[in-house]
């Protein structure tokens, strides 16, 4: 079985730049969150989708940051423009349901580097 | 707000040697979940308990969950090499929305 694939695996870009990440989950899982690790922190959630619907973006910088999971399947993060405060890892993962009493699956993670 | 906090933040031994990672929140859990992240890599889940008291072991690894649910633990016998990497709890948030609330880790290295 295949596991939540994301990509680009690692971007370098300029500040004030675009950038989007995209994110594949395991087939069937109904939920797809994005997650922001900083060095040396724990995963961050910054928005949580129960198939399309965005049920929990409320630590979301809505000014710069965007998602969307349109047909509820592989998802896109994007950063316009992009801060040097934003240089971190972008973790996806998903799970079957939507409680918390289950395991997360992650993908291998984003690393953005904003120079 | 809620929080989850973790110590240490590093631990070094040497390998054989035992290793403890401990986890306190803030306010009361309804279960609490263990993950690995190697250098490089990305979280993986390890395990999760549910019941206050509760035990659980896998292979050289026993997890605790404390009475009050509250806290958490994660020991690991004679350390080998592979457990390089850093070790995170999570619980449930308590304002809902059915969201996770990581600590910051403890990193373990073993020299060999």
């Known amino acids: 079985e295949a596991g939540v694939v994301q990509s680009p695996r690692y971007k370098i870009i300029e500040k004030k730049q675009p950038v989007a990440f995209w994110c594949n989950p395991i087939?069937?899982?109904?939920?797809l969150y994005w997650y922001l690790q900083n060095l040396g922190q724990g995963p961050e959630l910054l928005i949580r989708?129960?198939?399309?619907?965005?049920?929990?973006d409320s630590q979301l910088p809505k000014d710069r940051f965007s998602a969307e999971r349109l047909k509820g399947v592989d998802s896109t993060l994007k950063i316009q423009p992009a801060e040097l405060g934003d240089s971190a890892v972008y973790l996806c993962?998903?799970?079957?349901?939507?409680?918390?009493?289950?395991?997360?699956?992650f993908g291998e993670g984003s690393r953005l580097t904003v120079l | 707000g809620q929080q989850v906090m973790q110590i240490p933040q590093y631990q070094h031994v040497q390998e054989g040697e035992d290793f403890t990672t401990y986890c306190n929140s803030s306010?009361?859990?309804?279960?609490i979940q263990w993950y690995k992240q190697r250098p490089g890599g990305h979280p993986v889940f390890l395990i999760q308990?549910?019941?206050?008291?509760e035990v659980k072991k896998q292979k050289r690894l026993t997890f605790q969950f404390g009475e009050a649910k509250k806290n958490s633990s994660l020991h690991i016998t004679a350390t080998q090499t592979t457990d390089v990497g850093t070790y995170f709890c999570?619980?449930?948030?308590?304002?809902?929305?059915?969201?996770?609330?990581f600590g910051a880790g403890t990193r373990l290295a073993v020299h060999p």
């Open positions: 087939s069937g899982h109904n939920t």
């Open positions: 993962a998903s799970s079957p349901g939507t409680s918390v009493h289950g395991e997360l699956f």
């Open positions: 999570a619980g449930p948030w308590s304002g809902g929305y059915n969201k996770l609330i």
């Open positions: 989708y129960e198939n399309e619907e965005a049920v929990d």
């Open positions: 308990l549910v019941k206050s008291g």
């Open positions: 306010t009361t859990l309804s279960n």
